[in-house]
């Protein structure tokens, strides 16, 4: 398995539709994960943290499930600003801050085009 | 509120020259670190920083240095640029890579010839 996997997509939805993102990560120490947003010729920026219970920020529910490794993001009711690549973002589990990786892994990415 | 402020925004260099990426953060964070983003490959860690005086090396160093002088600057010297370094470069910065977000400048884009 990859360190993390994403879909890349791109996942084409008409506006108000609900869509759904997932993300495998490989090492069962990881302890932090993230969603990141990035549109077309920008720098990522945080859109949310994903805690073990679940957290929910307006449209926008991520979901971990360490059992299987993974973790989801939840968009509700598309809008058209939504479009842009969703990064997941897992951090290393390695304590220690040596090693080539560094200690976040970052995703490809899911791309997604929400269409009037 | 500046964040994260890269210089200069966009570059074009001849192959076989040297420039330097300017990375420069105001808010005190001691995890500094320069990823490149080319199509289909996702973000790639260059070099990282845990604080002044402390650097190590990511996926893909070669080519590129780094030095970390003061806690607020993190620059990424390319030593003779070739093709294969054409990219767009974030610099991130964070309180804790582990538990906090990372906070990106909003990127150079290089072109070598």
């Known amino acids: 398995r990859k360190e993390v996997e994403q879909d890349p997509g791109p996942f084409n939805v008409p506006e108000g539709a609900t869509v759904a993102f997932n993300c495998t990560y490989s090492?069962?120490?990881?302890?932090?994960f993230f969603w990141y947003r990035q549109d077309c010729r920008k720098e990522p920026k945080l859109l949310m943290s994903?805690?073990?219970s679940g957290n929910e920020d307006g449209r926008f529910t991520a979901q971990l499930n360490r059992a299987s490794q993974y973790i989801s993001l939840l968009i509700r009711d598309s809008k058209l600003s939504d479009s842009a690549t969703y990064l997941c973002?897992?951090?290393?589990?390695?304590?220690?801050?040596?090693?080539?990786?560094?200690?976040?892994?970052f995703g490809k990415g899911t791309k997604l085009s929400v269409k009037p | 509120n500046a964040g994260v402020t890269q210089t200069p925004k966009f570059q074009v260099l001849k192959t076989g020259q040297s420039m330097t990426l300017q990375c420069a953060q105001d808010?005190?964070?001691?995890?500094m670190s320069w990823y490149r983003q080319d199509p289909g490959m996702g973000l790639r860690l260059i070099h990282y920083?845990?604080?002044?005086?402390?650097?190590d090396q990511g996926e893909v160093p070669n080519g590129y240095n780094v030095s970390r002088s003061t806690t607020e600057d993190f620059p990424l010297r390319l030593l003779s640029a070739a093709p294969s370094q054409t990219s767009v470069y974030f610099c991130?910065?964070?309180?804790?890579?582990?538990?906090?977000?990372?906070?990106f400048g909003d990127g150079t884009r290089l072109s070598i010839l």
């Open positions: 973002v897992v951090n290393r589990g390695d304590m220690n801050y040596g090693g080539s990786q560094g200690n976040l892994i």
């Open positions: 994903v805690y073990s």
């Open positions: 991130a910065s964070s309180e804790n890579p582990d538990y906090q977000p990372q906070h």
């Open positions: 090492n069962s120490a990881s302890q932090s």
């Open positions: 808010m005190n964070h001691e995890y």
């Open positions: 920083s845990v604080g002044a005086g402390i650097t």
